[in-house]
């Protein structure tokens, strides 16, 4: 006997391409009916896997909504906690679904004047929840595609936040450009359907899968990452975090606790030699504590310059200035400077940065050298997909 995904997959495969599908839902009725989210994933990942393009996948997102919506609102969680991570998604979420009704009776009021300066206010507020995308994008999606190889499938609602961004980024230019009522009307129903959307498959979908697999002290973990990105439509959770770093106990040997990431010594070396820039750092006492070496360095160092002041590796002329710079940083006075020069056919951009440590104590002093005259010539712009 198949399956429960097995069926389910067979069951979207035929549908394609009957004309009969009452006969075919009925046929696989009672294993629609216990179809639950993390299903989704698994019949999406068996079928992108077998030739489906993420372009047609994308296509059935609406379709398997249809299809399956109504069985998976059983699955919806009601009682979280909005100063928990997942439950401030969900909040962030009920807030963007009270924006749109709100937004919808503006568009109602269209074409009176007061109503489209209200509609091009509340359009360009609905940037705030890119903050949102963001952390589904880059703290929830890494976490699932930790946890089973089958939710590579959050992929698909990537791109449907592009396409959130991509519509929205529409509208403003039609409400910039006075297009026509008819366009601004069509776009702004593409508008409130994309956004709907969102929002249903995250509440029937995509959370439900997470509070599954996500334990209160990944939650939190979680959650306090999401400062870095803000919150949208609300204010931040009322809650404290611990100071110390989790997991350092689990660091393999060798490797070295950077706070965002982990690496050993070698990677670190080859990460420093690959940056398009020259890097040397000057510590708390004046001396030179490192320096990069990139394959065409501009400003030769050797290591018998480390433990040098400063001072010394500089003509006399210009000793004055790398004190008064140094002064102004460990003073707090600025934060930066910057030089450019040119030479040998060269042009150089010399920056300095003063180092601090999250307590605010002076570390040291950063200085980046890059040539920069290939940077200079850039006109309009290059992305990704252009490659």
Request: proline share 3%; with cysteine.
């Amino acid at each position: 006997m198949e399956n429960k995904i097995e069926r389910l997959i067979a069951y979207v495969d035929q549908l394609l391409v009957t004309d009969d599908k009452v006969a075919l839902y009925e046929s696989y009725k009672d294993t629609i009916e216990s179809i639950q989210p993390k299903d989704i994933f698994l019949v999406q990942n068996h079928r992108i896997k077998n030739g489906l393009s993420h372009e047609e996948a994308l296509k059935q997102v609406p379709m398997l909504m249809n299809l399956f919506g109504q069985h998976l609102e059983k699955y919806i969680i009601q009682d979280l906690d909005e100063n928990t991570f997942l439950g401030s998604l969900l909040q962030e979420n009920e807030c963007l679904d009270q924006y749109l009704l709100h937004l919808q009776k503006v568009i109602i009021q269209l074409p009176e004047p007061n109503a489209k300066k209200q509609l091009i206010e509340r359009v360009c507020h609905l940037d705030d929840y890119d903050k949102h995308m963001k952390k589904l994008e880059n703290i929830l999606f890494p976490f699932l595609e930790k946890k089973d190889p089958c939710f590579e499938g959050v992929s698909l609602m990537w791109s449907m936040n592009n396409k959130a961004r991509e519509i929205l980024k529409k509208v403003k230019l039609d409400l910039e450009q006075n297009c026509e009522e008819s366009t601004v009307q069509k776009d702004l129903g593409e508008l409130y359907v994309t956004y709907s959307s969102l929002i249903v498959m995250q509440k029937r979908i995509l959370i439900p899968c997470a509070k599954e697999e996500m334990d209160d002290k990944t939650d939190k973990k979680l959650l306090q990452e999401s400062f870095e990105y803000g919150f949208s439509f609300m204010d931040e959770p009322n809650v404290s975090f611990d100071q110390h770093t989790e997991g350092t106990q689990d660091l393999p040997q060798g490797y070295i606790d950077l706070q965002t990431g982990r690496m050993n010594v070698e990677q670190l070396i080859g990460v420093f030699s690959s940056l398009p820039v020259d890097i040397t750092f000057v510590d708390e006492h004046d001396k030179v504590a490192f320096f990069s070496k990139p394959k065409d360095r501009i400003f030769a160092r050797s290591v018998s310059v480390i433990g040098r002041n400063v001072r010394n590796c500089h003509p006399s002329a210009s000793v004055h200035i790398v004190e008064d710079i140094l002064e102004g940083f460990k003073s707090g006075k600025r934060q930066s400077e910057s030089f450019w020069i040119q030479m040998r056919g060269q042009f150089i951009l010399i920056q300095y940065f003063s180092v601090r440590n999250d307590q605010g104590k002076y570390l040291g002093c950063l200085e980046v050298s890059q040539e920069i005259s290939h940077i200079k010539k850039l006109e309009g712009e290059k992305r990704l997909l252009d490659r």
